[in-house]
Each structure stands twice: as structure tokens, then as C-alpha cells.
């Protein structure tokens, strides 16, 4: 096995769960335990991190490629593409997936429908992969479509659910906006170059060796198309809207795609075709990720579903991987990638965790609230310790704290933007300034969910709650993702991120200056700040006002959110729905309508009027057929016939008959002439 080339190697990892896939779809409700899914899964992690990863990090290219089919002179090939970027991305995909499926054979237990969870998830993972390696951009777009199509799958997996159905029509309707934008980028694309295959655009070193003359406004269209696309792939405002009603899929499908896969298709697709992006599109992707990372934070502020917070704190760190590829870092970008994609999988599987044990809680004292609800929770760490320190470990990593991954990676972003803004000055200096105070922001909804959730005392009086710990099958893969959440994982320096291996394998040259004091002064006042942030948090949700209960707490919560409009604002998402509701939605039903107004009393009252017209015309043709024509006809044949009859009278071989004929003729002709 370790003998097989880095190529073949990769083919194995993308295929193996694709035969999962089609073993499963044959096996149907035979097969339920996701033996299958899972066996594909560990054996496609296990050829990445052993034989794939080791020979490609760091190492020469690899690059093998097949014809696959030809248009005129013109030949596409179809083949991997093995560097850093796609062998790092892989290693992540197959990393996050494999504690999925683990945890999924506890969590998804007598599920109904469990066999086609497998089936999906085995698809979903066959597509990420498969985007991963792919060598070109066709490939790459079939595999979008792919991943798009199997988070649909999951998304509504629970389709007896009414809301499960519209957040995964949602997800897939908006997803087809972006799709659109990629599509045409890649038409751009190849009217510019004649090809779509990566190593021909851009070498093996990924840089753009030729512009074409007089294409700046193509190649900046080409830059927004592709763009487009990883906004809508990677919830970008204000296309972001999708992302948090995906939650109605299955936790763990949330942790899968909120984490290294679907989300990060679209940081990955812009890593990828950096070399394209001029000025102008990098300045509108640093804003809009800029833009998202704020609201996506403002909204998660005040958020009462746990997957809904950590829903829109996926959409506030995809905002800051944008930032960084907009100001040229996309290293950094996807570092934090790597890093956001443990701890943020780690915060679902722990959150789904504890909505198990919830909705035991209910279902056993048949009671009626909503187990996701963290207001309905509290006191959990005296019932599910493990959990709690697992979860926290996560919830520091998210906030920047030291000792974390997310410490490395955030602060790489926030230092190289701060010296982004400071060499463009101005009002880019905002951009920075905005992900600084989206920092502060991300420490105290983390930190209120924790202190809501774990501190005090549980809010469903009940006398005997049943919670408990979480079975092994579910700790086991929390503790692996606990683990990669630390600082040791990717640098054995843990204040400085420029010792990660995951930056020294990206590294370039920046277009800014470089200042040393920023790496000092960044971390120490993020850290310093997120500490004050959680003890003001902790005196507020765990202790109370001034030591107050939990009771008059969630009151004074309830009561702030009707007088404040800031917080009624973050409650409802900044009404986006809604607006989206009344401007596209309903207008469109409004215009659907219309026309059908319009088809029903213009179009078919014109075909029934012509309809009813067409028998009284044919009626009336009828009768001057019947009457006029033929009566004209008939009369004449009839006067033929007479006159016929007439003469053959005449002509009847009577010789008096001939003379007293002739004689009347005669006496006509003598009459006519007297009287003339």
C-alpha cells in the first residue's frame, strides 16, 4: 500500500466513497449500522494522511491527466492535481468526515431513514473530494454541482418535516445564484485562454503566466463571476441566508458541512484561482467578506437555538477567510480554514450532544419546550463534565484565545490585515478596525452561549432530569477534534502562527510591509479583551444581574429584546427573510399571478372567444353552402334538366308532333313581327 503513487493514492480516496454510495444504495434498509460508510471513509483517511499527504506536502507537483472528450480541435482531459493546496484539503475533508461518521452511528441510532443518511453522506463525501483534486475547472464544477446536490439530500433528510423541506429548497435555490456566477466564470475563463485545465493557466507554481492585451474588464468580470459563486457556496452576505435553516438537517450533517466541506468549497475555489483576481476584485471580496463577518456576528448576538449561534458564527469566520483573500493573504485564509474546521465541527457534534440529551428530557417527562433552545438550558456541567470541557476547548479556539488553533490562525488574519489597512490607509483601515471589533463580538456570543448552557442551574424544574454524559461512541470523536483544536497541532510555538506548518507550506510575497510590533500589540489586546468580554458575560448569564436568578435574568432578556430595537434587529436576522420574502418571493408569486391572470382571461378568453366564433361562422358558411351555393347550383342543373326535358318532349320521332312544333315557332315569329 505505501508503495502506490501519490495519483493512485488519490483516486482510491475520492472513489472509496463513492462505492460506499452505490453499496449502500443497493443494500437499502439491509444495511443500517453505516458499516460500509464508514470502513470507505477510515480507509480514504488513512491513504490521505499515510501515502498521499507525506508525498505531496512540500514535495514537486504531481499532475496526471486523461482525454475526455474533444469539441472540434479542442480536447478536455479529466485528471488530479496533487500540490499543497488540494493534498491539504483532502487530509481536512477526510479528517472531519471520519469523527462524523462515527459519532453519526450513535446519534443517528433508530432513525428511520438511517440508510439514507449513509447513502448521502458517502455521496456528499465522494463530492467534496472529488472537487478537492479535481484538475480543472469543468471537473471542479461537476463536483460543485455534486456537493450542492448531496447537501440538498441531508439538508432534508427529515422531509416529513414542513421546515426541513423549505431550508433545503432554500439552500438550493440560492446555491444555483452562485452556481450561475461560476459557470460563467468559467465560460470567461476559456474565451480568454482556450483551456480550463489549472496547471495550463497557471503553471505548477500557481501563477498566471500571460494576460491577454485589452482584457482588464474581462478578467475583472471572470473575478466577480467566480466570486459570485463562493458567496453563495460560502454564505456570503447577502447571500448567507441559506446557511442557517440548513440547520434543520441532522446535527451531525450540520457539523459536516459547517465545517472543511461544503462552506469551505468556496474559500478553497478562490485559493485556487487567486492568480486571477486584479485589484478591483480583490477590494470587493475584502468588503463583502468584511460586510459578513460583521453582521453574521451582530446576528449571533442574540440568537436562542445553539446551532442557529454557531450557524451564524460559521458565516462570521467564512467573512474573515474572505478578508484574507481580498487583501492577498489567502494562506492565512486557509489556515483558518484548517483550524475553523475542528473546533467549529467540535462545537456542533458537542451541541449535538447536548440537544440528545434535551430531547430525552422531554420525551421522558413528557414535557413541551424546545431542546435546542439554550434558554431552556443551564447547570449542564454538573450533568455532562466531559462535554463541557470539550465544548470550551472549541469555544476558546473560536474566540482567538492563546494556546488554541484559532489563536494562530485569527491572529495571522487580524495582524496581516491590520498591516494590509495601514500601508492602503484611509477608510481601509475600517476593514481591520471592523474584524478587530467582530473579535469582541465573537468572544461574548460564545461566551453567553457557554454561560447559558453549562452555568447555573438547569431551567426545566423537573426533579430528576435523567441528563447524562454522552456514550463513547459520540466522546470518542469529540476528544480527536478537542485535541486538533490546539496550538501543538499545527505549531510548536504557540503565540506565533509564522511557525504553522500550514502557513511555511503557502508562503509568498506580500504586497505590504511586514510590522513586527503589530504581532505583539494584536494578540495581547485580543486576549485581553475576550478575557474582560467573558467575565462580563459570566457576571451577566451564569451569575445574573447582581447575583440575580436565572428567572429574572431571561425575563430582563425578554423584556430588553422588545425595547431595544438593536436586539429585535439581531433576533430576527436584520428581518433579511423577510424582505427577501416580500421582494423576491412574494413578488415573484405576485407576477406568477399575473400571468395567470393573464393566460386564464386574455390568452384562453381569446381561444374560447375564437373558439365559440369558429361553430357560428362554420353555421352560417354552412347554410350559404347549403342555401346560396348549392341552391345556385341545383336551380341551374334543375333549369338543365327542364329544358332537357322540354326538348326531348320535342324529339320524340312523332312526325305531328314535329309539325305542330314547327307551326307554333311559326306563328311566334309572325306574331312577333306584326306587333314589332
Avoid at 439530500?153 to 438550493?172: C, D, M, P, R
Avoid at 482584457?215 to 454564505?235: D, I, N, R, Y
Wanted: with cysteine; aromatic share 14%.
Amino acid at each position: 500500500m505505501m508503495n502506490l503513487s501519490p495519483i493512485v493514492a488519490s483516486l482510491l480516496v475520492v472513489i472509496l466513497p463513492f462505492l460506499a454510495f452505490l453499496i449502500q444504495a443497493m443494500l437499502g434498509r439491509r444495511s443500517q449500522k453505516g458499516t460500509i460508510s464508514l470502513l470507505a471513509i477510515l480507509l480514504s483517511c488513512l491513504i490521505s494522511a499515510t501515502i498521499v499527504f507525506p508525498k505531496i506536502w512540500n514535495q514537486d507537483t504531481q499532475h496526471q491527466a486523461l482525454t475526455w472528450f474533444s469539441i472540434g480541435t479542442k480536447d478536455f482531459q479529466i485528471g488530479f492535481l496533487l500540490n499543497n493546496l488540494t493534498s491539504l484539503m483532502q487530509l481536512i475533508v477526510c479528517l472531519v468526515a471520519l469523527p462524523v461518521h462515527i459519532y453519526s452511528r450513535a446519534y443517528m441510532k433508530g432513525d428511520p431513514g438511517i440508510h439514507r443518511y449513509w447513502m448521502y453522506l458517502s455521496l456528499f463525501c465522494f463530492a467534496m473530494l472529488l472537487l478537492t483534486m479535481a484538475d480543472n475547472l469543468l471537473l471542479m464544477y461537476i463536483a460543485w454541482e455534486l456537493v450542492g446536490f448531496a447537501s440538498y439530500l441531508l439538508i432534508g433528510f427529515w422531509f416529513h418535516k414542513e421546515s426541513a423541506v423549505q431550508a433545503n429548497k432554500k439552500a438550493f435555490i440560492i446555491n444555483r445564484i452562485g452556481d450561475l456566477g461560476f459557470l460563467l466564470g468559467i465560460a470567461s475563463l476559456y474565451s480568454l485562454y482556450g483551456t480550463l485545465n489549472l496547471v495550463d493557466l497557471f503553471g505548477e507554481h500557481g501563477f498566471l503566466s500571460t494576460v491577454p492585451p485589452d482584457s482588464s474588464g474581462w478578467m475583472t468580470f471572470a473575478g466577480c463571476c467566480f466570486f459570485l459563486g463562493a458567496m453563495a457556496k460560502s454564505a456570503q452576505f447577502p447571500l448567507h441566508v441559506w446557511l442557517p435553516d440548513a440547520m434543520e438537517g441532522p446535527t451531525a450533517v450540520s457539523s459536516l458541512i459547517h465545517a472543511a466541506t461544503m462552506v469551505a468549497a468556496g474559500v478553497f475555489l478562490l485559493s485556487t484561482v487567486f492568480p486571477l483576481f486584479n485589484t478591483t476584485v480583490l477590494l470587493i471580496i475584502a468588503i463583502i467578506g468584511c460586510i459578513t463577518a460583521f453582521i453574521a456576528a451582530y446576528f449571533a448576538l442574540a440568537q436562542q437555538d445553539i446551532k442557529r449561534i454557531l450557524a451564524f458564527s460559521t458565516i462570521s469566520q467564512l467573512g474573515f477567510m474572505m478578508v484574507a483573500i481580498g487583501i492577498g493573504a489567502w494562506d492565512a485564509a486557509m489556515f483558518h480554514l484548517v483550524t475553523h474546521a475542528f473546533f467549529k465541527c467540535l462545537l456542533f457534534l458537542a451541541a449535538g450532544a447536548i440537544i440528545h440529551e434535551m430531547a430525552h428530557l422531554k420525551t421522558k417527562h413528557q414535557l413541551d419546550f424546545d431542546p435546542q433552545d439554550i434558554h431552556n438550558m443551564g447547570g449542564l456541567r454538573k450533568y455532562m463534565p466531559k462535554t463541557f470541557i470539550l465544548m470550551a476547548i472549541a469555544s476558546l479556539a473560536l474566540a482567538g484565545f492563546p494556546l488554541t488553533s484559532g489563536f494562530l490562525s485569527k491572529d495571522a488574519i487580524l495582524i496581516n490585515a491590520l498591516e494590509w489597512g495601514m500601508q492602503q490607509g484611509g477608510l481601509w483601515l475600517l476593514i481591520p478596525i471592523t474584524l478587530i471589533i467582530v473579535s469582541f463580538m465573537t468572544a461574548f456570543y460564545i461566551g453567553r452561549l457557554m454561560f447559558k448552557v453549562f452555568f447555573g442551574k438547569l431551567r426545566i424544574n423537573v426533579e430528576n432530569p435523567g441528563i447524562h454524559e454522552a456514550p463513547g461512541q459520540m466522546l470518542g470523536p469529540m476528544v480527536f477534534l478537542g485535541i486538533c483544536s490546539l496550538f501543538v497541532v499545527f505549531s510548536l510555538n504557540p503565540l506565533s502562527y509564522q511557525q504553522a506548518f500550514v502557513l511555511r507550506g503557502f508562503e509568498f510575497n506580500r504586497d505590504y510591509t511586514e510590522l513586527h510590533i503589530l504581532h505583539t500589540v494584536v494578540p495581547l489586546l485580543m486576549s485581553i479583551g475576550s478575557i474582560l468580554i467573558w467575565i462580563w458575560a459570566y457576571r451577566w448569564y451564569a451569575q445574573g444581574e447582581a447575583g440575580g436568578s436565572f428567572d429574572k435574568l431571561r425575563m430582563t432578556e425578554g423584556k430588553s429584546r422588545m425595547t431595544f430595537p438593536l436586539l429585535q434587529l439581531s433576533l430576527n436576522q436584520g428581518y433579511l427573510n423577510e424582505f427577501y420574502q416580500k421582494a423576491f418571493v412574494n413578488s415573484t408569486v405576485q407576477f406568477s399571478n399575473g400571468l395567470y391572470w393573464f393566460d386564464k382571461h386574455i390568452i384562453d378568453g381569446l381561444v374560447n372567444l375564437a373558439g365559440s366564433l369558429v361553430p357560428a361562422i362554420s353555421r352560417v358558411s354552412a347554410w350559404i353552402d347549403r342555401y346560396i351555393v348549392d341552391g345556385l347550383v341545383n336551380t341551374i342543373a334543375g333549369s338543365t334538366y327542364y329544358l332537357g326535358h322540354l326538348l326531348r318532349w320535342v324529339q320524340n320521332g312523332r312526325l305531328q308532333n314535329y309539325l305542330g312544333f314547327a307551326f307554333t315557332v311559326l306563328l311566334i315569329g309572325i306574331i312577333y313581327l306584326i306587333f314589332k
